[in-house]
């Protein structure tokens, strides 16, 4: 029951990218999904979570730059991610979150279902 994060590629920095996450064995409608990466060598960190009602959250070094939207009849949420920088790369990983305030939270917590990620890679 994992949620397949999809989308990553490399790109130079200020570019764009969207990536796409999809859940194959259940509805998105009722759980918050979100998304959080991490680089190696450093913590998981959370990046923006969608909730039931829409509302969306970021994380601080995102917000403005990255736009979270769900499909619920697609079963899928989006992150369209423009004016990256180098420190965004990261493997990217899409999860249920039990609150999407914890998902973005400094570290972040409470996910689950997340699967393998996505790699995003930032570079001239």
Request: proline content about 4%; aromatic content about 10%.
């Amino acid at each position: 029951v994992q949620l397949q994060a999809s989308g990553g590629g490399l790109v130079q920095p200020g570019g764009s990218l969207r990536l796409s996450c999809v859940a194959p064995d259940f509805s998105i409608r009722t759980f918050e999904i979100g998304w959080f990466r991490q680089a190696p060598g450093k913590e998981r960190e959370g990046v923006s979570c969608t909730s039931t009602d829409g509302s969306t959250y970021y994380g601080s070094v995102v917000k403005g730059r990255f736009t979270i939207s769900r499909d619920n009849a697609k079963n899928t949420v989006y992150l369209q991610m423009n004016s990256l920088k180098q420190e965004d790369t990261a493997v990217y990983y899409c999860a249920r979150a039990a609150l999407c305030e914890t998902l973005i939270a400094d570290p972040p917590y409470g996910m689950d279902n997340w699967g393998k990620g996505t790699q995003v890679t930032v570079s001239s």
